[in-house]
Nanobody, 121 residues
Framework: QVQLAESGGGLVQAGGSLRLSCATS????????IGWFRQAPGKERESVAV????????????YYSDSVKGRFIISRDNAKNTVDLQMNSLKVEDTGVYYC??????????WGQGTQVTVSS
């Protein structure tokens, strides 16, 4: 099984930055991709960014939702075995609980516990 743990959330003013980290453990060799998701109160969970974990030429390739494109960067830190999410130019609407999740190729089956990100005006 794959275990994930998020860290780095907190309170930040609009326009500021935060860096989230997703630590991976367990059967990480089975991971095809890792995604960051978020959920604000009263709203559905949404995909934020995805990075390919395996897949030949596709390794390291990333994807972003339109709402965060140009502001957020997802990356893999091989030395620390983490997937990070650098969040810049934060907006109040970025507030929510952020989760990382792992997929073996289909649906995301492994999830972290989530970390709270609060952006104040």
């Amino acid at each position: 099984q794959v275990q994930l743990a998020e860290s780095g959330g907190g309170l930040v003013q609009a326009g500021g930055s935060l860096r989230l980290s997703c630590a991976t453990s367990g059967e990480t060799f089975r991971i095809a991709r890792i995604g960051w998701f978020r959920q604000a109160p009263g709203k559905e969970r949404e995909s934020v960014a995805v990075i390919n974990w395996t897949g030949g030429r596709g390794v390291g390739r990333s994807y972003y939702s339109d709402s965060v494109k140009g502001r957020f960067i997802i990356s893999r830190d091989n030395a620390k075995n983490t997937v990070d999410l650098q969040m810049n130019s934060l907006k109040v609407e970025d507030t929510g609980v952020y989760y990382c999740a792992a997929s073996r190729g289909g649906q995301y089956g492994s999830w972290g516990q989530g970390t709270q990100v609060t952006v104040s005006s």
